[in-house]
């Protein structure tokens, strides 16, 4: 870099954008960031992605609101084709931070008082830190009232979190990624860590070269197959069948780690008996994957001395989800790969504080750290802590809550940083839900598809502008710094959300993110031994962490699960068909997800420049040979047809995509997937089958 690039500062944070928790250092000149250089943190050791590197500049995009906003009178809620988001005056006026605040509060107020608490809800959000997490869910819990209160897990992993926490008693990672490089065999399943987790990927590329046997389960391929012992494609939506096969060979050809079962877990006898029909030739039909290797897979991961499994939302984001990571833990049970080095359960975290959301309590059956609100001496231990009487009713998941709002039970929202009007399943719906609210107040940079439902807009903080911490896959927490100032009166989205708080009469005074950390360690064991002071020192404790100087826990589960007695249950599942099965009239699988340069919505990495240049239009991807047959080229225009609606969009060739199925992402709000996507729950989870919709394709002109 010239002198014309030089930096007048540099300022240590972490990347906002994946779970992988990427260290990273800002150099800003006049205020403003001008490149960005990867940090030699325990996830990354100095690397970054594309999104990392080039993500940077979305805070400065002139779509971003800078004045809070007020809905004008008689402008109908919902999304116009004309609106255009970089000068919103058009739909809402710009008004002072007290007349927007009053408001905001008011209108719940209101409907608190009118309706009682259960007409409020609240979608807290993966992308900004612990402490603004922790804030969120307590307003909605002693300010409105009620458990209403939820964020994107419940799109990514939910179900992969309630099978961790019925089976082993803990829903985060119990090994790193890092110790993939310790692993004799690594199964990745359900996920493209090249895609969206890149820097893990590299990790995943160094193990493979120093002889890490890699077994990739996946409907897709992917580029890090070329790194595989082993690719296997299955039939989408079989997993069940597949992964109850294995368990067949592991039981049948004694396999499984006797001493390790006797010692640690419960209820082997029943899964032995009920896998015992599931024979490689009884399921091959169904998971489309022959005897014989699936017999290999079983045998090279149980007698492997390490193993691990890694998995992503091609697993979690099913109506069987939460089957599906409980068959992964009996995989990992059965054969002892758990609690050493080189072992362990790794759903891959997708946003960069997904963890950290999750475990402060952003969901709406547990208090933070997964404390059951159900449970009368959690609710008392909180109600002490907060000095506010709790709901003892656990509270309503995303989808849920747009039900709720459809059948008039849910009549006002707080949104702080999500964009449910792009990221729900079946978006005609959720925007009819969100239209129909009687008060919505949402909280972000920029008028996104769900503040042009909002009735007032609250400019937010985007990251580099505030300090706070964030919790990786790695449970690795890591401390984010303010590199630039907030343009015009955008405001701290802890600042934002006191203030709400003070207008519900909640008596709150942070000065800074550090005191709300403070008031956390009280409620939040697994922050034992880890302090701002420490964070400020040391950038990145692992949680649980046993003292002051020990850096926390890579691996954990030597011993003892968390469980009542210790022990480790397995839970036998038994397979199911997708929601939604092909057939005539729609006979092709959509499954949707993301993109290298993009992230989720879209909301920020759009509005970076370098990634909107290197992917700046809607896409859908399919096998060459489903090209030939609908007689389209790369580049020409496909129509995507569900029983919910239709999109066009661009289409390209992708070698690793199945016959008889098309992928799209869902960061293109001109053609935005999730009108397509099925809202069918998993029951546990309660995730939406995003993976996996019936769909009919048609070549359509260019538009
Ligand atoms: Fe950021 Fe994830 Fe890329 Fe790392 S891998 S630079 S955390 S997006």
């Known amino acids: 870099h010239g002198d014309s690039r030089a930096a007048d500062r540099k300022v240590d944070s972490v990347c906002p954008y994946c779970g992988v928790g990427c260290q990273l250092t800002y150099h800003v000149k006049d205020d403003r960031i001008l490149f960005v250089e990867g940090r030699d943190g325990p996830s990354n050791q100095n690397r970054l992605c594309v999104k990392g590197r080039f993500g940077f500049d979305y805070p400065n995009h002139p779509a971003r609101i800078t004045r809070p906003l007020i809905r004008k009178a008689g402008v109908p809620k919902g999304l116009d084709p004309a609106f255009d988001p970089a000068a919103p005056l058009t739909h809402f006026r710009e008004a002072s931070w007290d007349e927007a605040l009053d408001m905001a509060a008011d209108g719940l107020k209101r409907l608190k008082v009118e309706h009682g608490p259960a007409a409020l809800a609240g979608f807290g959000s993966a992308k900004c830190t612990n402490e603004e997490a922790w804030l969120f869910q307590k307003l909605v819990r002693t300010g409105f009232g009620t458990n209403n209160v939820d964020h994107c897990t419940r799109l990514c992993h939910a179900s992969s979190v309630a099978a961790l926490m019925e089976c082993i008693g803990s829903g985060a990672v119990t090994a790193s990624f890092m110790q993939a490089e310790k692993a004799d065999v690594v199964i990745l399943t359900g996920c493209n860590p090249a895609i969206n987790h890149p820097v893990a990927a590299t990790f995943f590329k160094q193990a493979a070269k120093r002889g890490t046997r890699f077994i990739i389960i996946d409907p897709r391929g992917q580029s890090l197959d070329a790194y595989a012992h082993l690719s296997v494609r299955f039939t989408p939506g079989s997993d069940v069948s597949l992964f109850n096969a294995l368990l067949n060979v592991i039981v049948t050809e004694g396999l499984f780690d006797e001493a390790y079962v006797a010692q640690h877990t419960e209820g082997f006898e029943a899964l032995k008996a009920h896998v015992a029909p599931m024979t490689p030739e009884a399921m091959s039909g169904a998971c489309g994957v022959d005897p014989a290797t699936i017999r290999e897979v079983a045998r090279v991961y149980a007698t492997a001395e390490r193993a691990m499994i890694f998995w992503g939302m091609g697993i979690s984001q099913h109506t069987h989800g939460t089957d599906n990571a409980r068959c992964l833990i009996s995989l990992a049970l059965a054969c002892g790969q758990i609690g050493r080095p080189g072992t362990g359960l790794h759903p891959l975290r997708g946003q960069n504080n997904v963890q950290g959301a999750s475990d402060a309590g952003l969901i709406p059956m547990v208090l933070p750290d997964y404390q059951p609100v159900a449970d009368a001496q959690v609710r008392a231990a909180f109600e002490e802590l907060w000095n506010t009487p709790l709901d003892d009713q656990?509270?309503?998941?995303?989808?849920?809550?747009?039900?709720?709002?459809?059948?008039?039970?849910?009549?006002?929202?707080?949104?702080?940083?999500?964009?449910?009007?792009?990221?729900?399943?079946?978006?005609?719906?959720?925007?009819?839900?969100?239209?129909?609210?009687?008060?919505?107040?949402?909280?972000?940079?920029?008028?996104?598809?769900?503040?042009?439902?909002?009735?007032?807009?609250?400019?937010?903080?985007?990251?580099?502008?505030?300090?706070?911490?964030?919790?990786?896959?790695?449970?690795?927490?890591?401390?984010?710094?303010?590199?630039?100032?907030?343009?015009?009166?955008?405001?701290?989205?802890?600042?934002?959300?006191?203030?709400?708080?003070?207008?519900?009469?909640?008596?709150?005074?942070?000065?800074?993110?550090?005191?709300?950390?403070?008031?956390?360690?009280?409620?939040?064991?697994?922050?034992?031994?880890?302090?701002?002071?420490?964070?400020?020192?040391?950038?990145?404790?692992?949680?649980?962490?046993?003292?002051?100087?020990?850096?926390?826990?890579?691996?954990?589960?030597?011993?003892?699960?968390?469980?009542?007695?210790?022990?480790?249950?397995?839970?036998?599942?038994?397979?199911?068909?997708?929601?939604?099965?092909?057939?005539?009239?729609?006979?092709?699988?959509?499954?949707?997800g993301r993109q290298l340069e993009h992230w989720h919505t879209g909301s920020m990495t759009r509005r970076a420049q370098v990634l909107d240049d290197l992917e700046p239009e809607a896409v859908a991807t399919l096998a060459p040979a489903e090209m030939r047959r609908l007689g389209v080229e790369p580049g020409s225009a496909l129509t995507i047809t569900t029983r919910r609606g239709s999109i066009t969009l661009s289409v390209r060739t992708d070698p690793g995509m199945p016959e008889g199925m098309v992928f799209v992402p869902f960061c293109y709000a001109e053609a935005a997937a999730n009108i397509l996507t099925n809202p069918a729950l998993d029951p546990f989870g309660k995730i939406p089958e995003f993976k996996y919709a019936a769909c009919r394709l048609s070549a359509a002109k260019a538009s």
Not at 502 to 507: C, I, N, Q, S
Not at 515 to 521: G, I, L, R, S, T
């Open 394 to 592: 656990p509270g309503l998941t995303v989808v849920e809550i747009m039900h709720a709002i459809h059948d008039g039970t849910i009549k006002g929202m707080y949104i702080q940083g999500e964009n449910p009007a792009m990221s729900d399943p079946d978006l005609a719906h959720a925007r009819s839900a969100l239209a129909q609210l009687e008060h919505l107040v949402v909280q972000d940079l920029f008028v996104t598809e769900t503040a042009q439902f909002a009735d007032v807009i609250l400019p937010a903080s985007a990251w580099p502008e505030k300090d706070g911490t964030v919790t990786n896959t790695n449970r690795q927490v890591q401390l984010g710094r303010a590199a630039v100032p907030m343009p015009g009166e955008a405001r701290t989205d802890w600042w934002i959300i006191q203030e709400i708080a003070r207008r519900f009469d909640l008596d709150w005074h942070y000065d800074h993110p550090r005191d709300v950390f403070a008031e956390m360690k009280q409620g939040m064991p697994s922050l034992d031994h880890i302090s701002w002071e420490r964070l400020e020192r040391e950038a990145s404790v692992t949680y649980p962490c046993p003292a002051d100087d020990e850096p926390g826990a890579d691996v954990v589960f030597s011993d003892a699960f968390h469980t009542e007695s210790g022990r480790a249950s397995f839970s036998p599942t038994l397979p199911l068909p997708p929601d939604e099965p092909i057939d005539a009239e729609y006979p092709v699988v959509l499954t949707t």
